[in-house]
T-cell receptor, first 113, second 113 residues
Framework: ETGVTQSPTHLIKTRGQQVTLRCSSQ?????VSWYQQALGQGPQFIFQ???????GRGNFPPRFSGLQFPNYSSELNVNALELDDSALYLC????????????FGNGTRLTVT | QQQVKQSPQSLIVQKGGISIINCAYE??????FPWYQQFPGKGPALLIA?????SEKKEGRFTISFNKSAKQFSLHIMDSQPGDSATYFC????????????FGKGTKLSVKP
């Protein structure tokens, strides 16, 4: 069973730039959720994708957007990067079955300078 | 508004001792309460989870106690080991929104040999 994999592991960007983060979900899972984890904080829900459509969104501005592909992999895009966007971005996959727990990847560490 | 409050922020326990971490929630619509363990440089990993129809769940050395009337739940780690040293997060979600977990701020546990 292949777990959740994320790429890249680390990334440095300049304020105002755009970034794309990638996630491959665990085999057998059909939903993907993205979280932002600031240093020393718990993860915060950004959004979830199911059947290639956004299926729930947290308190994040529209410059955070995503995609889910037919193979259930996903991308997180962030436009007009701000210094406060520096964080660990976590992808988690699950089955749409309400009893299915979230399985997290190891994240992408984004630094905005 | 912090919907899940976790305490303590940090905890030091001797090897073989009991580690106890507490969480309180506000939203009575929450119906799923997982605990995640996170090591440095890794994503959160599910430890154990409970639903409000039971008051206690045990898996190996890990036990969740749940008090629905008080809106509180706690993680007990019996016979704590140095390998348990990590950050622990409680979380909660509503029915049908298991991909949208509300996390506490985390507890950094150190188990001294």
């Amino acid at each position: 069973e292949t777990g959740v994999t994320q790429s890249p592991t680390h990334l440095i960007k300049t304020r105002g730039q755009q970034v794309t983060l990638r996630c491959s979900s665990q085999s057998g899972h059909n939903t993907v959720s993205w979280y932002q984890q600031a240093l020393g904080q718990g993860p915060q829900f950004i959004f979830q994708y199911y059947r290639e459509e956004e299926n729930g969104r947290g308190n994040f501005p529209p410059r955070f957007s995503g995609l889910q592909f037919p193979n259930y992999s996903s991308e997180l895009n962030v436009n007009a990067l701000e210094l406060d966007d520096s964080a660990l971005y976590l992808c988690a996959s699950s089955s749409i079955d309400s009893a299915s727990p979230l399985h997290f990847g190891n994240g992408t560490r984004l630094t905005v300078t | 508004q912090q919907q899940v409050k976790q305490s303590p922020q940090s905890l030091i326990v001797q090897k073989g001792g009991i580690s106890i971490i507490n969480c309180a929630y506000e939203n009575t619509a929450f119906d799923y309460f997982p605990w995640y363990q996170q090591f440095p440089g890794k994503g959160p990993a599910l430890l154990i989870a409970i639903r409000p129809d039971v008051s206690e769940k045990k898996e190996g050395r890990f036990t969740i106690s749940f008090n629905k009337s008080a809106k509180q739940f706690s993680l007990h780690i019996m016979d704590s080991q140095p390998g348990d040293s990590a950050t622990y997060f409680c979380a909660a979600s509503m029915e049908g929104s298991q991909g949208n977990l509300i996390f506490g701020k985390g507890t950094k546990l150190s188990v001294k040999p």
